[in-house]
């Protein structure tokens, strides 16, 4: 007797035990979707027996008619689901089904409320997968034999206490589950019900879903159930439409459709947002369906997060791939490429280097660029959902995908001082139609929270002016400014980078004004410049200030100070370049300062001066200690 005779018992990973309890609860409105979840995963492990048996057509046994059954014993209170597809060994019965490997879960699991509405949505995003059975089961037996193998195992669970697994008999090839139901569940041991479910989740799935053709009653022509006297022979029938979705025409596919094949491809629990389907002809024959989801997946920040793209060549699913059909900033769209080009071999070492598969990566990213763009002007608040669900990972585009950068600016929203909210809804193009007569550059400013950006002091000539500034406060915005620096033929600029040239938005006036006030700080600027000569590159007469006395200005080049802050964290080795700080004579605490005849005070004035600039920029005080002592000591003086 081998070892993998005995029935042995497992516990379930402790994520699994929770994910289940959250799952029974939270989608107890809409428990038929275990259906579409196991029918789904048949489908799944059909697709992959497929593509193995094109290198080893021995894997068929024989048997290549890929289907999956579904049978019900309204007695038994059990309905079946079967696939012939590659199954599972042992191992990997112990691997998928009782663990939990898909990254992120302890994460997830900490974002759940307890509001079962809310939490529904999240799990959905995870994806329910095969444990959504216990939803409405209280038994689930799962045997399965491995293509190739001759093995077979039963794996067992009632979904509270571990799973048992034992040696089974299994003579077919793929995995048969039994749902047990709960005795409050029988309404799914019935053949209408059944399909009912079955065509509204599994009709766009290519491979035929299958029940039995008999064992509806059949009436006669008074409406009474006809009573036979022979038993019939079973019959097999398919019961979804069993055609891939996206060789159908558009004009034969409904909405709802469209929706279900979202689900199913996807992995989602909600719609999709939007989708584009195409079908290309000529040079290259392809055809596409690519959707743009209404959720972030709960991967979108792991590196090596699931892939979004699904590769069919001539119908066959060949792999999951989103890094050569579909680039980093737009991850998050899911789909299926179906090429009638590749050959049906293709590895994924070929797909890293061909010709055909970059043609149909960059239309498909056009396809999406322009449905973006599409909603974006016919759709403003669904756009503004997918731009707040998705926006960070956009903002990647125009240093990643150079070739599409002015597209992907126009897709790109902002909080801006127009309405000085966080919400990220400006567009370029909306800054743009709103700048003033003379103004020559889109102004932004970047830090490392809204709040910060948006009192920050180089903001405040801008303010005083009415000149519209971006505001920048993601992480990724230093990285996303450093791709796009120019938007309808107009230079995006720092207000905090470099000598600040308002051109004619300065009028002669001002010129007149602000040469008379540099002459006049001639002095204090000396001063200044000699007491913090290795803090500073230099000390020059603020153009941006108004109501605040000094500011630190970075060269065109520099990272913003909170960014360098972060580097350095990071490990990284940062040029230690000094700024600049830039003064507004002006104000009352300079013209204190410029009477102050203890050089002594003066230079704690200077040193306080610089310090608060830099506070005010997100750097980091060299000397906080330093800082609050001076500052103290200056407070208890002038009390
Ligand atoms: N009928 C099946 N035949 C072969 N393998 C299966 C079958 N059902 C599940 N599996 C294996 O178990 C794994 C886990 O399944 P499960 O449904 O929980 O998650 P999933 O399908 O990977 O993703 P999701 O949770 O989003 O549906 C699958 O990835 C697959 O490897």
């Known amino acids: 007797m081998t070892q993998t005779q005995a029935k042995e018992s497992m516990q379930f990973q402790t994520e699994v035990d929770q994910l289940l309890q959250l799952m029974i609860h939270s989608l107890y409105s809409n428990k038929e979707i275990f259906l579409r979840e196991l029918i789904s995963n048949g489908a799944d492990a059909c697709d992959k027996l497929r593509f193995n048996a094109i290198s080893d057509d021995t894997l068929y046994e024989g048997d290549g008619d890929l289907r999956v059954e579904v049978e019900f014993d309204e007695e038994a209170n059990t309905v079946t689901i079967r696939d012939n597809g590659i199954g599972m060994t042992r191992e990997q019965v112990i691997d998928n089904i009782g663990t939990i490997a898909k990254s992120g879960t302890k994460e997830f699991l900490s974002k759940l409320s307890g509001d079962a509405a809310k939490d529904s949505n999240l799990i959905g995003q995870f994806g329910v997968g095969f444990y959504s059975a216990f939803i409405v089961a209280d038994k689930v037996s799962l045997t399965t034999r491995a293509a190739g193998s001759t093995e077979s195992v039963t794996w067992e669970s009632n979904g509270k206490s571990g799973f048992t697994l034992e040696a089974a008999d299994k003579a077919s090839r793929g995995t048969e589950i039994v749902l047990h139901l709960q005795e409050d569940e029988k309404e799914f041991a019935n053949g209408y019900r059944l399909r009912n479910v079955i065509s509204t989740y599994s009709d766009h799935i290519s ?100 892939n979004g793209i699904k590769l069919y060549v001539q119908r066959v699913f060949i792999m999951d791939d989103t890094k050569n059909l579909m680039p980093n900033y737009l991850r998050f769209v899911r789909g299926v490429i179906d090429s009638n080009d590749l050959p049906l071999n293709v590895s994924r070492e070929i797909l890293q280097s061909n010709q055909t598969v970059e043609s149909m990566k960059k239309a498909s990213v056009k396809k999406v660029l322009g449905l973006l763009d599409k909603m974006a002007k016919n759709e403003p608040e669904k756009y503004q959902s997918f731009w707040d669900e998705f926006g960070k990972v956009v903002k990647e585009g125009p240093s990643e995908d150079t070739s599409n950068k002015e597209q992907i600016a126009k897709l790109i929203r902002f909080s801006s001082t127009e309405t000085d909210v966080e919400k990220q809804n400006v567009s370029l193009e909306d800054y743009v139609s709103r ?106 007469v603020s153009h941006r200030l108004t109501s605040s006395p000094s500011c630190i200005v970075l060269g065109e080049q520099d990272m913003a100070l909170y960014m360098q802050q972060l580097m350095k964290q990071a490990g990284h080795e940062m040029p230690s370049s000094k700024p600049i700080l830039e003064i507004n004579p002006t104000h009352p605490l300079l013209t204190r300062m410029e009477s102050e005849t203890d050089d002594e005070l003066f230079k704690d004035w200077a040193s306080i001066l610089f310090d608060q600039a830099l506070l005010a920029e997100g750097g980091q005080l060299e000397d906080p200690a330093g800082f609050v002592h001076k500052l103290n000591a200056l407070m208890l003086k002038l009390s």
Do not use: C
Not at 229 to 240: I, L, M, S, T
Not at 455 to 468: D, M
């Open 207 to 306: 491979l035929p879903v299958m029940m039995y053709k008999n064992e509806m009653p059949e009436y006669d022509e008074e409406g009474n159930v006809k009573e036979s006297d022979e038993p019939k022979a079973k019959e097999w029938e398919v019961v979804n439409k069993a055609k891939a979705l996206w060789t159908q025409p558009k004009s034969e596919i409904s909405d709802e459709e469209y929706q279900e094949f979202y689900k199913h491809i996807a992995h989602d629990y909600t719609d999709a947002l939007a989708w584009s389907h195409n079908n290309v002809e000529g040079k290259l024959e392809y055809k596409s369906l690519l959707y743009v989801p209404a959720k972030a997946q709960m991967d979108l920040w792991e590196p090596e997060q699931r």
């Open 435 to 540: 700048m003033q007569e003379g103004q020559e550059k889109i102004y932004y400013v970047t830090a490392d929270s809204f709040t910060a950006a948006k009192n920050s002091p180089h903001l405040e000539v801008f303010r005083a002016k009415g000149i519209e500034v971006l505001l920048l406060s993601d992480r990724v915005d230093e990285w996303m400014i450093n791709g796009l620096t120019e938007f309808d033929g107009k230079q995006l600029q720092s207000v905090a980078k470099g000598e600040l040239d308002l051109g004619s938005l300065d009028s002669e006036e001002d010129k007149e004004e602000q040469k008379k006030t540099e002459e006049e700080a001639q002095p204090i600027l000396k001063q200044l410049k000699d007491v913090l000569a290795d803090k500073v590159e230099d000390v020059r």
